[in-house]
Nanobody, 119 residues
């Protein structure tokens, strides 16, 4: 069982910055993929950024050039650095991780952290 605990959300003005962190209870070596998703009110959860086991990042087109995803191997955290925030970035942000095993995959979610961008 992997536990994910997000932190760093809050209220920020348009153009501001925030850093989200996700503390992961398992070693990165045991994790296949780690990602940040977000869900705005009345909308489906969407992928914001992901990082594969080889460390290669992938960002949604809407956040490219503004957001960065990275791992802190010392603190065992997954981080999302967000710059130039816009009101349409307002959502609950969720940390995601999965582990592969023979014949399947275990999926884990954090509890979510609210990001609100005021205009």
């Amino acid at each position: 069982q992997v536990r994910l605990v997000e932190s760093g959300g809050g209220l920020v003005q348009t153009g501001g910055s925030l850093r989200l962190s996700c503390a992961i209870s398992a070693s990165f070596h045991s994790i296949n993929e780690m990602s940040w998703y977000r869900q705005a009110p009345g909308q489906q959860r969407e992928l914001v950024a992901s990082i594969a086991s080889d460390g290669k990042p992938n960002l949604a087109p809407s956040v490219k050039g503004r957001f960065t995803i990275f791992r802190d191997n010392f603190k065992n955290t997954l981080n999302l650095q967000m710059h130039n925030l816009r009101p349409d970035d307002t959502a609950v942000y969720y940390c995601y991780a999965d582990q592969l095993y023979l014949g399947g995959k275990s999926v884990y979610w954090g509890q979510g952290t609210q990001v609100t961008v005021s205009s």
